[in-house]
């Protein structure tokens, strides 16, 4: 009997985020780069959620940005302008990158987290009132998730549910 020590979402989640760290730090690429880092930046939603795992990696301990002013000035720092180019970021307008595009609100981040090179996973970035009762919440593995239930987004808001519930948990996409 095969057994295999990740299940395949587990193992696609880890490849996506290694996959957004590599052109995060490598800032390289051709055609097929630049459009599967796009894929990875659908939104600000996800961008923002991105940009925390790039703060993460950036910053040498895995710790995330402790508020929104510390998370702007690496933002703004020509170290990673390649990357944000790349992401679909203008950094002459930093601050438009926290209004999500759907409700033209501004996106709640959850600030001060720590992650690692392999996880955990967090829930980072939230819509505030969403569109037709769909709020997305951005991790950062990559994924963005769309909440239906007001008690579901406000328990992963709150860090209620821990990363590895919210991989198997929550409702799929």
């Known amino acids: 009997m095969d057994s295999y020590p ?3 979402r587990t193992f696609a989640r880890i490849f996506n985020c290694a996959l957004v760290i590599v052109f995060t730090c490598l800032g390289c690429g051709g055609p097929d780069f630049s459009k599967q880092v796009a894929e990875l930046n659908k939104n600000n939603v ?12 950036r910053n040498g301990n895995f710790d995330g940005p402790s508020d929104k002013a510390e998370f702007i000035e690496l ?6 302008a390649k990357n944000l180019k790349q992401m679909g970021i203008d950094r002459s307008n ?4 926290f209004i999500s595009e759907r409700d033209q609100a501004e996106i709640k981040v959850r600030y001060g987290l720590r992650g690692g090179q392999m996880g955990p996973y967090h829930p980072v970035t939230f819509e505030t009132e969403g569109l037709d009762g769909v709020r997305l919440v951005g991790f950062t593995s990559s994924e963005v998730k769309e909440i239906r239930d007001d008690a579901q987004y406000e328990a992963l808001l709150a860090g209620k549910v821990k990363p590895e519930q919210a991989e198997t948990e929550l409702a799929p996409d």
């Open 94 to 97: 930093l601050e438009s990158l």
């Open 46 to 57: 996800q961008r923002l959620a991105n940009c925390y795992l790039l703060f993460q990696h």
């Open 6 to 8: 990740l299940s395949p």
């Open 75 to 80: 933002l703004a720092q020509e170290r990673v």
